[in-house]
C-alpha cells in the first residue's frame, strides 16, 4: 500500500515555542491530507483538512491561527503549532486518501511534548 | 491538553478464541466505514472496509458486519492472536463529504495466551 510518513516522530519543546510537524505522501500525490490529534487512551479527532495550493479548512473548535496549516506541494503538508503550552501535547497523526475516493492512509504519528 | 478520567473500554479474550468488537455509528448518511487496527504509539492501520449497500464483507481472518437498521458495525476476528492486541476503532465516511473520517471511540483488545 501506499506510504505516508511524519517528521519528527516526536518531539519537545518549551511552553511558548512553535513546532512544525511534516507530513509527507512518499509514492502518491495527495492534493488532500487531514490532520488529526489524539489524546491519550482518546480516539482521533480530526483537526483540519489541508488542501494542496489553498487554504486549510477546518473543524468546528480548532484554531486556525494556533495551528497553521502549509500544503506547499503534492506530497507534503505541514503542522504548525504556534506558541504551543502543555495542552497541546498530543499525537498529532496525518493522512492522505488514495486515487481511490474512499482509502486513506495514515502516517506513523508525532508525539508532541510540550514543557 | 490531557483528560483524565477516560478509559477505553477492554475486550480480553484468550489466544485462539473469536473476537468481536462493536461499533455504533452516529450518521445514518455515512455510506462506507472502516475497521483500523492501532499499536500503541503507532498511525492507525487499514483492517478491513465495507460499503453500506453490503451486510458482511470477509477478509483473512477477519468479518464486517454492518446494521443499517440500528446503526450498527462489529469485526469478528478469529482464532485471535497476541499479535492482534491493539486499539480497534471504527470510521465512517459520508459519499461527497470531502473524504473526511468520523472516528468511533475505540476498543482495547488483550489477547491473554
Known amino acids: 500500500g501506499a506510504v505516508v510518513s511524519q517528521h519528527p516522530s516526536r518531539v519537545i519543546c518549551k511552553s511558548g515555542t512553535s513546532v512544525k510537524i511534516e507530513c509527507r505522501s512518499l509514492d502518491f500525490q495527495a492534493t488532500t491530507m487531514f490532520w488529526y490529534r489524539q489524546f491519550p487512551k482518546q480516539s482521533l479527532m480530526l483537526m483540519a483538512t489541508s488542501n494542496e495550493g489553498s487554504k486549510a479548512t477546518y473543524e468546528q473548535g480548532v484554531e486556525k491561527d494556533k495551528f497553521l496549516i502549509n500544503h506547499a506541494s503534492l506530497t507534503l503538508s505541514t503542522l504548525t503549532v504556534t506558541s504551543a503550552h502543555p495542552e497541546d501535547s498530543s499525537f498529532y497523526i496525518c493522512?492522505?486518501?488514495?486515487?481511490?475516493?474512499?482509502?486513506?492512509?495514515f502516517g506513523p504519528g508525532t508525539r508532541l511534548t510540550v514543557l | 491538553g490531557e483528560s483524565v478520567g477516560l478509559h477505553l473500554p477492554t475486550l480480553s479474550v484468550q489466544e485462539g478464541d473469536n473476537s468481536i468488537i462493536n461499533c455504533a455509528y452516529s450518521n445514518s448518511a455515512s455510506d462506507y466505514f472502516i475497521w483500523y487496527k492501532q499499536e500503541s504509539g503507532k498511525g492507525p492501520q487499514f483492517i478491513i472496509d465495507i460499503r453500506s449497500n453490503m451486510d458482511k464483507r470477509q477478509g483473512q481472518r477477519v468479518t464486517v458486519l454492518l446494521n443499517k437498521t440500528v446503526k450498527h458495525l462489529s469485526l469478528q476476528i478469529a482464532a485471535t492472536q497476541p499479535g492482534d492486541s491493539a486499539v480497534y476503532f471504527c470510521?465512517?465516511?459520508?459519499?461527497?463529504?470531502?473524504?473526511?473520517?468520523?472516528f468511533g471511540t475505540g476498543t482495547q483488545l488483550k489477547v491473554e495466551l
Open positions: 470510521a465512517e465516511m459520508v459519499a461527497g463529504g470531502g473524504n473526511k473520517l468520523t
Open positions: 493522512s492522505a486518501p488514495s486515487r481511490q475516493w474512499n482509502e486513506q492512509f
